[in-house]
Protein backbone atom coordinates (compact mmCIF):
# COMPACT_ATOMS: atom_id res chain seq x y z
CA UNK A 1 0.00 0.00 0.00
CA UNK A 2 2.55 2.63 0.80
CA UNK A 3 4.61 1.84 -2.32
CA UNK A 4 1.27 2.18 -4.43
CA UNK A 5 1.05 5.65 -2.91
CA UNK A 6 4.59 6.45 -3.33
CA UNK A 7 3.93 5.60 -6.88
CA UNK A 8 0.98 7.55 -7.14
CA UNK A 9 2.40 10.78 -5.55
CA UNK A 10 5.66 10.31 -8.54
CA UNK A 11 2.66 10.61 -11.28
CA UNK A 12 0.31 12.95 -10.21
CA UNK A 13 3.90 15.40 -9.36
CA UNK A 14 4.58 14.71 -13.05
CA UNK A 15 1.61 16.02 -14.75
CA UNK A 16 1.26 19.08 -13.17
CA UNK A 17 1.92 21.92 -15.84
CA UNK A 18 5.18 23.52 -13.87
CA UNK A 19 8.93 22.18 -14.86
CA UNK A 20 10.20 20.08 -12.41
CA UNK A 21 13.78 20.09 -14.21
CA UNK A 22 15.50 22.40 -13.10
CA UNK A 23 18.72 21.66 -15.24
CA UNK A 24 20.53 24.62 -17.00
CA UNK A 25 21.90 24.43 -20.49
CA UNK A 26 25.12 24.69 -21.18
CA UNK A 27 26.74 28.38 -20.87
CA UNK A 28 23.13 29.31 -18.93
CA UNK A 29 21.97 30.49 -15.80
CA UNK A 30 18.19 31.41 -14.89
CA UNK A 31 16.45 34.38 -13.62
CA UNK A 32 13.87 34.45 -11.24
CA UNK A 33 12.07 35.82 -8.08
CA UNK A 34 9.48 35.27 -6.48
CA UNK A 35 6.89 38.44 -7.37
CA UNK A 36 6.59 36.27 -10.99
CA UNK A 37 5.12 33.87 -12.49
CA UNK A 38 7.72 33.03 -14.95
CA UNK A 39 11.58 32.41 -15.62
CA UNK A 40 13.93 32.24 -17.99
CA UNK A 41 17.40 31.03 -18.77
CA UNK A 42 20.09 33.59 -20.39
CA UNK A 43 23.65 32.96 -21.63
CA UNK A 44 26.35 33.19 -18.82
CA UNK A 45 28.31 36.57 -20.72
CA UNK A 46 24.84 38.71 -19.67
CA UNK A 47 24.12 39.71 -15.69
CA UNK A 48 20.86 40.39 -14.23
CA UNK A 49 20.27 44.33 -14.17
CA UNK A 50 17.14 44.19 -12.22
CA UNK A 51 15.42 41.31 -10.52
CA UNK A 52 12.06 42.80 -8.83
CA UNK A 53 8.47 42.31 -10.53
CA UNK A 54 10.49 43.02 -13.83
CA UNK A 55 13.65 40.89 -14.78
CA UNK A 56 16.43 42.51 -17.11
CA UNK A 57 19.46 41.49 -18.17
CA UNK A 58 22.62 43.50 -19.90
CA UNK A 59 25.42 42.61 -21.48
CA UNK A 60 28.47 45.06 -23.32
CA UNK A 61 27.52 44.94 -26.75
CA UNK A 62 30.79 47.31 -27.08
CA UNK A 63 33.73 47.25 -29.67
CA UNK A 64 37.27 47.94 -29.17
CA UNK A 65 37.15 48.00 -25.07
CA UNK A 66 34.08 50.48 -25.14
CA UNK A 67 31.25 50.14 -22.88
CA UNK A 68 28.20 50.28 -24.71
CA UNK A 69 24.83 48.03 -23.65
CA UNK A 70 22.24 45.73 -24.80
CA UNK A 71 19.69 44.84 -22.51
CA UNK A 72 16.54 42.23 -22.19
CA UNK A 73 13.67 42.81 -20.00
CA UNK A 74 11.06 40.88 -19.44
CA UNK A 75 7.58 41.97 -17.64
CA UNK A 76 4.20 41.08 -17.52
CA UNK A 77 1.06 43.91 -17.20
CA UNK A 78 -2.56 43.00 -16.53
CA UNK A 79 -4.91 44.10 -19.22
CA UNK A 80 -7.66 46.05 -18.48
CA UNK A 81 -9.32 44.23 -21.59
CA UNK A 82 -8.53 40.21 -20.31
CA UNK A 83 -9.85 39.42 -24.06
CA UNK A 84 -7.31 41.45 -26.38
CA UNK A 85 -5.18 39.26 -28.17
CA UNK A 86 -1.67 39.61 -28.39
CA UNK A 87 -1.74 41.03 -31.53
CA UNK A 88 -4.48 44.11 -30.29
CA UNK A 89 -2.28 44.52 -27.15
CA UNK A 90 0.79 45.30 -29.83
CA UNK A 91 -1.49 47.07 -32.46
CA UNK A 92 -1.66 49.46 -29.23
CA UNK A 93 1.15 49.77 -28.11
CA UNK A 94 2.82 50.70 -31.38
CA UNK A 95 0.05 53.43 -31.50
CA UNK A 96 1.32 54.59 -28.26
CA UNK A 97 4.60 54.47 -29.51
CA UNK A 98 3.92 56.58 -32.53
CA UNK A 99 2.42 59.22 -30.27
CA UNK A 100 5.63 58.96 -28.03
CA UNK A 101 7.74 59.11 -30.48
CA UNK A 102 6.90 59.94 -34.29
CA UNK A 103 8.93 60.24 -36.97
CA UNK A 104 12.07 58.86 -34.89
CA UNK A 105 10.00 55.48 -34.51
CA UNK A 106 11.01 53.84 -37.63
CA UNK A 107 9.47 49.73 -38.10
CA UNK A 108 11.06 47.33 -39.66
CA UNK A 109 8.75 44.80 -39.24
CA UNK A 110 5.28 44.31 -36.99
CA UNK A 111 3.45 41.72 -35.42
CA UNK A 112 4.54 38.54 -36.66
CA UNK A 113 3.23 35.63 -35.30
CA UNK A 114 5.50 33.17 -32.43
CA UNK A 115 5.00 31.33 -29.90
CA UNK A 116 6.28 31.91 -26.00
CA UNK A 117 6.41 29.01 -23.72
CA UNK A 118 3.37 26.93 -26.20
CA UNK A 119 1.07 30.33 -26.33
CA UNK A 120 0.78 32.34 -29.39
CA UNK A 121 2.69 35.60 -29.38
CA UNK A 122 2.89 38.79 -31.63
CA UNK A 123 7.00 39.79 -32.26
CA UNK A 124 8.03 43.31 -33.51
CA UNK A 125 11.27 44.96 -34.43
CA UNK A 126 11.70 48.56 -35.14
CA UNK A 127 14.25 51.40 -34.30
CA UNK A 128 13.87 55.03 -31.99
CA UNK A 129 16.36 57.39 -32.85
CA UNK A 130 17.50 59.31 -28.77
CA UNK A 131 19.08 62.48 -29.12
CA UNK A 132 22.60 61.29 -31.31
CA UNK A 133 22.25 57.31 -30.72
CA UNK A 134 19.65 55.01 -32.21
CA UNK A 135 18.37 52.08 -30.48
CA UNK A 136 17.61 48.47 -32.05
CA UNK A 137 14.22 47.17 -30.34
CA UNK A 138 13.12 43.61 -30.87
CA UNK A 139 9.48 42.73 -28.42
CA UNK A 140 7.67 39.75 -28.13
CA UNK A 141 4.30 39.72 -26.40
CA UNK A 142 2.19 37.20 -25.63
CA UNK A 143 -1.16 37.44 -23.51
CA UNK A 144 -1.99 34.47 -21.47
CA UNK A 145 -4.96 34.34 -18.57
CA UNK A 146 -5.65 38.72 -18.82
CA UNK A 147 -1.70 39.11 -18.46
CA UNK A 148 0.55 40.68 -20.98
CA UNK A 149 4.05 39.51 -20.93
CA UNK A 150 6.52 41.95 -22.45
CA UNK A 151 10.23 40.72 -23.42
CA UNK A 152 11.98 43.41 -25.29
CA UNK A 153 15.64 43.46 -26.54
CA UNK A 154 17.34 47.05 -26.59
CA UNK A 155 20.37 47.39 -28.17
CA UNK A 156 22.68 50.15 -29.95
CA UNK A 157 21.92 50.18 -33.42
CA UNK A 158 24.91 48.16 -35.24
CA UNK A 159 25.53 46.09 -32.27
CA UNK A 160 21.92 43.80 -32.86
CA UNK A 161 23.11 40.58 -34.02
CA UNK A 162 25.68 40.42 -31.38
CA UNK A 163 22.70 40.44 -29.16
CA UNK A 164 19.78 38.93 -30.64
CA UNK A 165 21.60 35.46 -29.59
CA UNK A 166 20.59 36.73 -26.05
CA UNK A 167 16.80 37.26 -26.84
CA UNK A 168 16.66 33.71 -28.60
CA UNK A 169 18.00 32.04 -25.31
CA UNK A 170 15.68 33.42 -23.18
CA UNK A 171 12.62 32.52 -25.66
CA UNK A 172 13.90 29.13 -25.96
CA UNK A 173 14.06 28.69 -22.49
CA UNK A 174 11.20 30.85 -20.97
CA UNK A 175 8.80 29.18 -18.31
CA UNK A 176 5.40 29.91 -17.27
CA UNK A 177 5.24 28.54 -13.52
Not at 6 to 29: F, K, M, Q, R, W
Request: proline share 3%; charged share 20%; with cysteine.
Amino acid sequence: MILLLCLCTVLCASCNNTPEDTTLPEGCLRAENDATDFNFCYPNTWVIDRNDGMISIKTNVGKGGTLAYASISVQAFTMEDSTMSAGNFWDKHKADLEDLYGDKLVMESEKNETELAGNIAARSKYSIKLSDVTYDFEQIICVRYGVAYMITLTAPQGTYETAAPGLETVMTYFVFE
